[in-house]
């Protein structure tokens, strides 16, 4: 690999470290081929990507961006998973190493913030952005559901009332 091309990858890594909310680095050893497809259609279908990673260029990249304190991370095969939902790439990452474990979390960043192995599985329990915003369209809702069966049940049970009393009438 030349030079020019060593510096197109530092740009691109630059690129992607300055467009994430979160990155999870990770050693891949003995994975197979189809174990990384499968890893990286999952994350790429939770809004993330997987990435392996060359040492030297990645700790280059992680110089001057919020990430630079993941540098002693990057020793063996390493590769990293990173997305812009905060939370995203941890889930995916933390389950499929549940599953397989030829894949290692050894820690990760969101922003400036380190997090050890306890932190990104923390991380990966947390309700995605998708899910949250669910559950306040929830909550906006729900109130509007129940105004508008307390309003109904004041004409439901005078119409109750008035029936009783119609089908009274008659048989006296």
């Not at 809702?141 to 439901?156: C, D, M, S």
Request: charged share 20%; glycine share 8%; aromatic share 4%.
């Amino acid at each position: 690999m030349d030079r020019g091309e060593k510096a197109a990858m530092v740009e691109a890594l630059k690129g992607v470290f300055s467009k994430t909310n979160v990155v999870v680095v990770t050693h891949y050893s003995g994975m197979t081929v189809s174990e990384m497809s499968n890893l990286r259609r999952q994350i790429s279908a939770a809004g993330g990507s997987f990435r392996v990673t060359k040492n030297r260029i990645a700790k280059i990249a992680l110089e001057g961006t919020p990430f630079a304190s993941l540098i002693d991370l990057f020793r063996g095969p390493t590769a990293i998973a990173y997305s812009v939902d905060p939370v995203a790439a941890a889930k995916v990452t933390v389950k499929y190493a549940k599953g397989n474990e030829k894949l290692v979390i050894l820690g990760g960043a969101m922003g400036a913030t380190l997090l050890d192995k306890a932190a990104v599985k923390a991380l990966a329990d947390l309700p995605s952005l998708d899910e949250l915003r669910a559950k306040i369209v929830g909550l906006v809702q729900a109130p509007a559901t129940k105004i508008a069966g307390v309003l109904q049940a004041p004409a439901g049970q005078l119409a109750r009332v008035i029936q009783a009393y119609a089908s009274k009438a008659p048989a006296e």
